[in-house]
């Protein structure tokens, strides 16, 4: 197929069409750059125009005509990913869902939403009825609603409700495929899982349904703690305090905070780990008594009576992938891997912590798996060479941590390492002619890839 890019942008000419060179190329990335192997193959990449739909008819305008023009498209939301999921790599038009933003619907226990929706705008809707999201991303200030469904797996929350591909953590997806013809579906239970986490490959969202929980006014809390096991204990340990409502529970290892987060680091003494939390101001009474079990825990920080010189802001904002923005912005050289512990973890990370001093950093995040409380790790690492970082990755693996490769921009290579049957084949059915976000789903264009070396997307627009 060829692309006849010049066709297909004068027949949606009369949408809201970005044709001005350096916009198009802002509205053609991600946040990938935290990859230093993704930013050295995706930087060049731009769209060849940038289209933005203000309804669900001109979604479908826009895949019929792309369809009959072979144009590629791929779908954007805020750009807040960052594994290249939304750099479109074979060119074409990127569908900019920044219009279809409406919060439709707030019942009780859901909310109905266009992809285009702020994380936080969909909070603040609900918190008016006293509900909330029961996760969210770190980046909720910026990301949609669509891109955290298409491309994010869990965040704040997760250490109580779990990931998004829990059964009942989506409820429903209005999704548009493309086609000749392009078909409106919804799905619902088991037929989620064809879309969600799929990056765009195989189908447009249009409307969500998510779930909610009752809304609290979290109370945020920094502790200091001298020892890394006792912090990791303590932050495993609150999680599985049952009567003690948390939404998150992080720890971050020595010297990350007094490096990395300049507002925490005066009140932090040299040699001391961070745990951060929050907890529901009803369970405060509780927390207070659970933390004098831990020798030498001190609270440092307590958001609803805050005496700080400086207001750090949300605590949340410290944790998952903000850790390694706010690394990023000290030290260019920081990178992360995404890494689960088996069990509890506990053996695992000590192993990690002593085969990596000073080159990686422990960052931890108390994820709920099946009912069970595990580590989830991003962690931080100092990047010297591809070549070492790769060899950080096959130890890691050599030791039974799995890791979700985030130096990858397929959907396989950043997961299990193997095709899902499941989206693969409703990007059969739904895109015939694989124009959806293409070369990001490997099973597609080469069945028998063995996952040994990095996946290269021949199709991917060459650099001018």
């Known amino acids: 197929m060829t692309a006849n890019i010049a066709a297909a942008r004068q027949a949606l000419s009369h949408l809201e069409i970005d044709d001005n060179p350096v916009s198009i190329r802002a509205k053609s990335r991600d946040f990938f750059w935290y990859s230093p192997v993704l930013k050295a193959r995706l930087d060049h990449l731009t769209a060849d125009f940038v289209v933005a739909p203000k309804t669900e008819a001109e979604v479908i305008e826009v895949l019929r005509t792309c369809y009959a023009h072979d144009v590629p498209v791929t779908v954007r939301g805020a750009g807040t990913g960052n594994y290249g999921q939304a750099m479109p790599l074979a060119g ?64 704040i929350g997760s250490c ?163 850790t390694t923005l706010r690394a990023l912005k000290v030290d260019p050289s920081i990178t992360y891997l995404q890494v689960l512990y088996p069990g509890d973890g506990f053996a695992k990370i000590a192993k990690m912590r002593e085969m990596f001093p000073g080159e990686v950093l422990q960052h931890l995040e108390v994820i709920r798996d099946h009912g069970t409380c595990i580590f989830a790790s991003l962690s931080l690492v100092k990047f010297t060479t591809e070549e070492r970082l790769e060899e950080i990755v096959r130890l890691h693996e050599a030791h039974d941590c799995l890791v979700f490769n985030p130096h990858r921009y397929t959907l396989e290579e950043g997961g299990r390492q193997h095709r899902d049957e499941v989206q693969l084949a409703f990007k059969r059915e739904a895109d015939p002619k694989g124009l959806l976000n293409p070369g990001k789903m490997i099973s597609w264009d080469h069945p028998d890839f063995d996952y040994q070396g990095i996946w290269h997307y021949p199709g991917m627009k060459a650099a001018e």
């Open 92 to 155: 074409g038009c990127v569908l900019h869902l920044k219009h279809l933003t409406k919060v439709r619907e707030i019942h009780p226990g859901r909310v109905i939403c266009e992809p285009g929706a702020l994380l936080k705008d969909i909070d603040a809707a609900c918190q008016a009825q006293g509900q909330e999201l029961r996760m969210f991303s770190s980046t909720w200030a910026t990301a949609t609603i669509g891109g955290f469904i298409a491309g994010g797996s869990g965040g």
């Open 160 to 322: 109580t409700w779990g990931q998004l591909r829990d059964l009942g953590n989506i409820l429903r997806l209005r999704v548009v495929t493309m086609e000749e013809e392009p078909r409106v579906l919804e799905f619902r239970g088991a037929e989620l899982a064809r879309v969600s986490h799929a990056y765009g490959t195989n189908g447009v969202i249009t409307e969500v349904e998510m779930p909610l929980a009752p809304a609290y006014d979290w109370v945020g809390l920094f502790l200091a703690v001298p020892d890394f096991d006792t912090a990791a204990r303590l932050s495993m340990d609150i999680a599985n305090e049952d009567g003690i409502l948390i939404k998150l529970s992080s720890v971050f290892e020595c010297p990350t905070a007094q490096d990395y987060f300049p507002r925490v680091a005066p009140y932090m003494r040299e040699g001391e780990h961070l745990v951060a939390l929050m907890v529901a101001p009803h369970a405060m009474d509780a927390f207070e008594v659970f933390a004098r079990r831990y020798d030498g825990a001190r609270l440092i920080y307590r958001s609803d009576a805050a005496t700080w010189d400086r207001d750090p802001g949300p605590v949340f904002e410290y944790g998952w992938n903000h």
